[in-house]
């Protein structure tokens, strides 16, 4: 279980670090020299070496060492470990390793707090003008406005045409008889 962890703890600072390049001469202040001239432990040549410098067999990937006299295998040739076959993420901030040996293991949350909310950015330019859009419904009448004053008199008209005769009107009631007249003359025999 600790060597998985250690593993784990590898491989995120292997993440955390990735942007970083370190060569092998860098981490061990020696030279490093590649070939296939070295093959067998106890050889002397290449020759020029300062003790500590490092050959790497280009054909094997066998790594020796120079000791002073003569280039030395770096390690013995050891069991072979548990490798990682795979890995998911999970999407919640957990990481699931798949081992060679078909044993897996699922890290804790490794999601870190929250960060503070950045600066506004600066404002867009101006979109472009939108296209009209489609006509509202007639609105309700307003109010009656206040009469107006009265206009001044306009002048007299044209005399119309006289209208046809009506019809005939029903008789009227009878008069009151009249006072009576005086005596007329006498008429001829």
């Not at 490093?32 to 432990?41: E, R, Y």
Request: with cysteine; net charge negative; charged share 10%.
């Amino acid at each position: 279980m600790n060597k998985r962890i250690l593993l784990v703890l590898f491989l995120i600072s292997g993440f955390a670090f990735s942007q970083t390049t370190v060569t092998l001469e860098d981490q061990c202040n020696c030279e490093v020299l590649s070939g296939t001239a070295v093959t067998v432990p106890g050889t002397n040549t290449p020759t020029g070496a300062d003790l500590g410098d490092l050959y790497v067999n280009t054909t094997t990937g066998t790594i020796f060492f120079w000791d002073g006299n003569s280039w030395e295998l770096s390690s013995t040739n050891g069991m072979d470990g548990n490798g990682i076959a795979s890995t998911v993420d999970n999407g919640d901030g957990t990481f699931t390793f798949t081992y060679t040996d078909g044993s897996t293991f699922t890290t804790s949350n490794l999601t870190g707090p929250q960060g503070p909310v950045g600066a506004n950015g600066a404002t867009g330019p101006q979109g472009p003008i939108g296209l009209t859009g489609a006509t509202g419904p007639q609105g309700p009448a307003g109010a009656d406005g206040a009469d107006g004053v009265d206009g001044a008199t306009g002048p007299q008209g044209p005399i119309g045409l006289t209208g046809a005769t009506g019809p005939q009107g029903p008789a009227g009631a009878d008069g009151a008889d009249g006072a009576t007249g005086p005596q007329g003359p006498i008429g001829l025999t």
